[in-house]
């Protein structure tokens, strides 16, 4: 059995890694001392898990393995982002996660999926279509793998922030991302507090029900536009889950203290950057305590659409403002290598496409 065969133990609960102690001959209580090793001491073998019997590692190695795979390759931005490709077993296209240190932090951009369904008109990921669902190990392995570079210093900062918004819509992928943020959470995980993770979404209505019922993390909706027919010529899941729906849905629950909800909205020239759209935005999120994140748009290859200018940008912050609405400008980080909102691509294991 070579290692892409065996069964990864990240992403595992206590219950589970409790059962494959059982089955590999150790007292269940091996399987929280296996949790404090994945989670907790961040071994990278089962070999590293010294208190666990020889006879009992000998047989976990047989079927198991840690499941932390290194990136294969890796992109430096002038600005100290860094974006790493992260193989994705058995799918035809790996996946891309980003690194942003800003100060003493540092944010993690993960992938929940390799490609993408939603087919965004603005978006890479979404032109290469979707090749596979990340599975929560592989999710995890992104974090983990990363956190562990900055502990050997080959990153300046610990990782503080995990935000889903690298290749792929998440609720398409609810139950993987539910066990990893349950795993970055969970006491006997890496005891993160939930308000260092933010989940992005399109806004799959049923999905979204659970995940806010189900976790507490901070929420975020790309909107791009109030403006239905326009918000489905940029997003065509507009039709399936109209953005109306997803706000109606958002009023019922609280974001106005310890969770946060934002709006992502990208800005492009002529197409959503005027007053009457963002008078149209302020309406559309009215009560749901959301603040709005404005993103400069990023050329593209294939798409005619232009990035606002910051004249317009301003403006459009300082009338949202005006009516209420707290919103900033994001600034952008990571354009010269193609780790920007909207610039992941993976790469198709068929290609020669350097990062
Ligand atoms: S913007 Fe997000 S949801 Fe849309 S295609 Fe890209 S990855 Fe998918």
Redesign the pocket.
Known sequence: MNLDEKTPLIGMTPDELRAAAAEAGLPKFAGGQIAQWLYEKRADSIEQMTNLSNVGVARLVVQYCVGLQEPTAKAVSADGTVKFLFPATERALDVEAVYIPDGDRATLCVSSQAG?K???EF?M??KQGWHGNLTAAEILNQVLSVDAMAMRGELPNRLTNIVFMG???PLDNLPAVMRAIDVLTAKWGLAWSPKRITVST?GKLRELKQLIEGTKAHIAI?VHSAMPQLRQKL?PAEKAYPVRDVMRLLRNYDFAHQRRLSVEYIMWRGVNDSLRHAEALAKLIEGTSARVNIIPFHAIPGVEMEPASMADMEAFRDRLNDLGVTATIRASRGQDIMAAC?MLAGKSKNSNKQL
């Open positions: 993408c939603m087919a965004c978006c990921t979404g290749m792929g819509e399109i790309s997003m909207g």
